[in-house]
């Protein structure tokens, strides 16, 4: 059944890939992005894009010429890091254009909403963080991520179909490899292409659940028309803990070094990082039957792969 589809921050990485899927089986897509960390290379060529920015409630009346089915959100600021160091555009772009856009919703009578969520908005924990974890985001990006969720709720409450992701540390092709602050995977991939060793802020016994985009798009699209997902939030991830020196590691390998060999310096700290989490996926594989598919080392070599495509270094 083909559809009619907004996605915003669909110029971004997980965004882009979200509205490729949906443009290459026919269907209509509208990307909203302003373009602050995305790429207009990323909107598929059939998609109609308007560049403007979700926290200015003008945006809005660009798209009332069309109708849509789905509303797919992913457009916020995405870093932790940039978050702290200007809290307020996070809070515009997160909280208020996440508000923004599902009042809109709600005055175009769009009722389904798929909202990107971050697990930002847990705390600290050592096993695997279910769902009903308590919610004591560390930074003002896992705030504004969690005042997002919070007005999805609301929305919900008022007759949205709403469903949250509480997406891990998502990693793959068309990650923005320019931006350093933003992605681990891909930041030290980007070191790598640089010739440089892999920068680590922070400890190599840190740890993390990271989950390809391949995956994390199927798990988008496989709750679309699912009524039993309407009102809750998933977490999104693979439910396996890898170490920042297990990654390492592993994107070496992937990279054409020697197992053990990939160059490392490890030096400084980001201020209101987690030593680690990783997701409890019971919640998705019990309502939709739904598991990640793709191994770490699968991930690492089709974006290796890509970036070296991108970048034309192959040399190793
Ligand atoms: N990448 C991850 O590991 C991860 C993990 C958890 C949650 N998320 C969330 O997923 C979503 C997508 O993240 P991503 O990794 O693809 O990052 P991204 O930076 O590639 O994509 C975000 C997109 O939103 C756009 N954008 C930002 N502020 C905007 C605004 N005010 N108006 C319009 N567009 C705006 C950016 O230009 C960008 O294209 C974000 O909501 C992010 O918080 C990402």
């Not at 996926?281 to 070599?301: F, H």
Request: charged share 25%.
């Amino acid at each position: 059944m083909s559809g009619r589809y907004l996605v915003t921050g669909g110029a971004g990485f997980i965004g882009g890939h979200l509205a490729r899927r949906l443009a290459d089986r026919g269907d209509r897509v509208v990307v909203i992005d302003d373009l602050s960390s995305g790429l207009e290379e990323n909107v598929p060529s059939p998609a109609r894009f308007e560049r403007a920015d979700l926290a200015d409630p003008a945006t809005y009346e660009r798209l009332n010429d069309e109708t849509f089915d789905v509303v797919f959100h992913f457009g916020a600021q995405p870093s932790a890091e940039v978050s702290t160091e200007d809290p307020l555009r996070d809070f515009d772009s997160n909280a208020r254009g996440t508000f923004l856009l599902l009042r809109w919703c709600e005055s175009r009578g769009i009722r389904r909403v798929l909202h990107a969520s971050s697990m930002a908005v847990y705390g600290e924990s050592d096993g695997p963080i279910a769902e009903t974890a308590p919610l004591l985001p560390r930074s003002f990006y896992g705030t504004s991520k969690l005042a997002g969720e919070a007005y999805a709720r609301i929305f919900g409450l008022r007759g949205l179909d709403v469903t949250i992701f509480r997406m891990f540390n998502v990693y793959g092709s068309g990650q923005n490899l320019a931006n350093l602050r933003q992605g681990m995977a891909s930041i030290y991939l980007a070191y790598l292409l640089d010739d440089q060793p892999i920068h680590v802020k922070g400890s190599l016994d840190r740890f993390r659940d990271f989950v390809h985009v391949t995956d994390v798009v199927d798990a988008w699209l496989a709750t679309v028309e699912a009524p039993v997902t309407f009102g809750k939030a998933y977490n999104v991830g693979t439910g396996r803990r890898t170490t920042v020196r297990e990654l390492v590691d592993a994107l070496g390998v992937a990279y054409g070094f020697p197992r053990g060999e990939c160059p490392v310096r490890v030096e400084g700290a980001t201020g209101g990082d987690i030593q680690g989490n990783v997701a409890d996926m019971s919640a998705m594989q019990r309502d939709l039957g739904w598991q990640s598919k793709v191994t770490l080392e699968d991930g690492l070599a089709e974006m290796v792969a890509w970036a070296k495509a991108r970048t034309g270094n192959g040399a190793r």
